[in-house]
């Protein structure tokens, strides 16, 4: 969620664990967040995606090295 915010994302609406991110371009990324879990590979390498991120994007934000 930091990198969203980093990325220019910004949060528009809370709902209980749902959290809804807009670009300014139009964008929408929703999150489904519980503090106490751990998101698997799977998961990630599926936001990832759906966002729209590329390696580059991932190294620009620090993601990777």
């Not at 964008?27 to 489904?32: L, P």
Request: glycine residues 8%; hydrophobic residues 35%; without cysteine.
């Amino acid at each position: 969620m930091s990198a969203l915010e980093k990325d220019g994302a910004v949060l528009d609406i809370t709902r209980g664990a749902v959290q809804v991110y807009r670009y300014p371009d139009g964008r929408r990324v929703t999150i489904h967040y519980h503090p106490q879990k751990t998101y698997g590979p799977n998961l990630i390498k599926a936001l990832i995606t759906d966002i729209g991120w590329t390696e580059k994007d991932l190294r620009r934000l620090k993601l990777i090295k």
